[in-house]
């Protein structure tokens, strides 16, 4: 049986193994999805006479709490690839482990305020600056989702990659946190944008 090439070690073409170029190429996609929505917001708020402050919508200090928890998610995502480099394992999961749960702690503090906004009556028909946050917010939250069950996956049925493929376990960790770096800047840009201005 054939092993496929670059898994490991870099190609000689692009000086980066095959997943990583890879995920760098979706990032670019993900980069023109935000980015046109993010575009598409300016746009709109220019164009209107009246717009809302979203901190008289918003709820400033629960978007700050959730910023807080995925900055730290990114930090332990991080840790949890250091770990790999180390040959610890154990440490490996208890970090991966941590950034799942801050990942569902999001979640579930973004489910608490859309209840809020639901109750008030603050629904997306009601205005476009709704709009706009109710499709960034849930775009990024499904962004989160896809998050969770690929570390879940890695954290448990995944893992036993480390016991025959340990260095291909590792770069295929490295992806991931490529990928959940993305998800959380994504939320470093849409905290400012939809809370504070």
Do not use: C
Not at 139 to 163: C, D, N, Q
Request: proline share 3%.
């Amino acid at each position: 049986m054939d092993v496929i090439p670059y898994t490991v070690e870099e190609r000689k073409d692009t000086g980066v193994f095959n997943a990583k170029l890879g995920i760098w190429l979706f990032l670019a996609s993900e980069v023109m999805l935000f980015g046109a929505l993010f575009s598409t917001y300016v746009i709109l708020r220019i164009g209107a006479e009246h717009w809302p402050h979203g901190a008289s919508l918003l709820n400033v200090p629960i978007g700050t709490f959730n910023t807080a928890v995925l900055i730290t998610s990114s930090v332990t995502m991080v840790f949890s690839w250091t770990s790999l480099k180390e040959n610890n394992f154990a440490r490996f999961k208890n970090f991966l482990g941590i950034t799942i749960l801050l990942a569902l702690l999001f979640l579930v503090v973004k489910s608490f305020e859309y209840g809020a906004k639901f109750e008030h009556h603050h629904f997306p028909k009601e205005s476009t600056f709704l709009a706009i946050y109710f499709t960034l917010t849930g775009l990024h939250a499904l962004h989160i989702i896809g998050g969770i069950v690929v570390l879940t996956y890695f954290w448990g049925p995944g893992s036993k990659m480390w016991e025959t493929q340990a260095d291909r376990f590792t770069n295929r960790i490295e992806i991931v946190g490529l990928y959940w770096h993305f998800v959380d800047l994504v939320w470093i840009f849409l905290f400012p944008i939809l809370y504070l201005l």
